[in-house]
């Protein structure tokens, strides 16, 4: 599931750095740490789920949406955060071989 974290509009040393992450496994570990997290606590914001699980809210932020886009999460309804106080989504597991295709 090795996605590029770099925007296309980023500069060359953010591209450099990205590749970094990519090749010595830290994304790996990352989207795995953060894929038991939410399988661990399903329905929380991200922002919950960094407190109850002690990863990084802003790693979190960024890892999520990858994850999404590999098909290993999906974005659950928006409810009000334990945390901020704020709406905000909820994400939940999906099981290998399940797919929803939701319109929330």
Same mark, same amino acid.
């Given at each position: 599931?090795?996605?590029?974290?770099?925007?296309?509009?980023?500069?060359?040393?953010?591209? =450099? !750095? !990205? &590749?970094?992450?990519?090749?010595?496994?830290?994304?790996?570990?990352?989207?795995?740490?953060? !894929?038991?997290?939410?399988?661990?606590?399903?329905? @929380?914001?991200?922002? =919950?789920?960094?407190?109850?699980?002690?990863?990084?809210?802003?790693? @979190?932020? &960024? &890892?999520?949406?990858? @994850?999404? =886009?590999?098909?290993?999460?999906?974005? $659950?309804?928006?409810?009000?955060?334990?945390?901020?106080? &704020?709406?905000?989504?909820?994400?939940?597991?999906? !099981?290998? $071989? =399940?797919?929803?295709?939701?319109? @929330?």
């Amino acid at each position: 599931m090795s996605m590029h974290p770099a925007r296309a509009t980023d500069p060359g040393t953010s591209h =450099e !750095a !990205a &590749r970094h992450f990519v090749a010595s496994g830290l994304q790996a570990a990352q989207h795995a740490s953060t !894929a038991a997290a939410v399988k661990i606590h399903p329905g @929380l914001t991200s922002n =919950e789920l960094s407190k109850r699980s002690s990863l990084d809210r802003y790693m @979190l932020a &960024r &890892r999520l949406p990858e @994850l999404l =886009e590999a098909g290993a999460v999906w974005r $659950g309804p928006k409810k009000p955060c334990e945390v901020s106080g &704020r709406s905000a989504c909820t994400w939940w597991p999906v !099981a290998p $071989g =399940e797919t929803f295709n939701l319109a @929330l």
